[in-house]
């Protein structure tokens, strides 16, 4: 496949790519034709799901947003017409961050205590409702048998009170269980493609909405596993593994002083550039460091930002606030990390260089989850 653009229709970009996506969608998909690659490669929009709403609080009540129905049932032709699928981003973890009256289990596969009953078709978790609304949107224009692609779906691990390990292992090992049955959803059984967002955690990746954006992998930033997850319905199938032969820079942190004052002037400033330099979205209400003392948050700014920098001595220079320990300051759930070791890690190390900053920025990696 190709994809234009990533959820191009979002309300909160006030229509900004509405009148060049579709163009562009024909554009590409010209370009695969001339270059005789039509019948092989697909051309899609990975839409998210507010393009589409219902008038009923029902699946059935599924169609189009008003303000883009016409340019959907555009591009859905143009798709149908060239053997596309459409593609939708569903996260039933962004239903729980906008309306904290959402019912936490409605977002999981394991139950529900009050499901939703549309003319006799009983949904007992989102996921099934938000991919029939879809469904029904198609139906009612015209398109009941285009083919869909879930193109994201996922769960973070922090950045939020409802973001952590536990939840995220609750929702991606349930959705894997839930797709791999066979079983698909009440309005279309059968097999789900669908990509599990994502490999990695994202730390340069903007926070917008929410500080959550950057912790959506399944893997740590050294290739560690989260959490278990078996990539079938099976617990005892085929599980996450841990990269091999990693290897970490040495084990010391960047922390506050002891004999800092936290009234002195620079410290608001210090944990300002250390923080837009690095990542402190584990910082917060809620999060995994969420219970840290002043003096902690500090310290852990200091040390992304000395971390993100592979430990050189000058990236530990704030003035008259900060040192370098040996000991451990991590505190419960929340872990002040360690760089891992790469060729330019160790460069700097050997020569002192006060080069660009390195870490393994995360790129968008997708987990392909077709259940044949």
Known sequence: YVAVGNEPFLSSYNGSFLGTTFPALQNIQAALIKAGLGNQVK?????NADVYQTSTNLPSGGDFRPDIHDLMVEIVKFLNDNGAPFTVNIYPFISLYLDPNFPVDYAFFDGYSSPLNDNGVIYDNVFDANHDTLLWALQKNGYGNLSIIVGEIGWPTDGDR????????????GFMSHISSGSGTPMKPGPVDAYLFSLIDEDAKS???????????????DGTPKYNLSLNSSNSGRRLVAASNIRYLAQKWCVLSSSASLDDSQVALS??????????????????????????NI????????????????????????VVTTT???VGTCKFEIMIQTESSALEGSIGASAKPVRMVAIIFMLFLTVL
């Open 299 to 322: 310290s852990y700014a200091f040390n992304s930002y000395y971390q993100e920098n592979n430990q050189l001595d000058s990236a530990c220079k704030f003035p008259n606030l900060s």
């Open 162 to 173: 409802n973001a952590n390990a536990n939840y995220a292992q609750r929702f991606n090992q």
């Open 207 to 221: 926070i917008q909405p929410g500080n959550f954006e950057r912790h959506w992998g399944v893997f740590n930033y």
């Open 328 to 330: 451990d300051p991590s």
């Open 43 to 47: 051309v899609t929009v990975p839409l």
């Open 271 to 296: 944990v300002s550039y250390a923080c837009s330099h690095a990542d402190c979205t584990s910082l917060g209400y809620g999060t995994s460091c969420g219970n840290l003392s002043a003096q902690g």
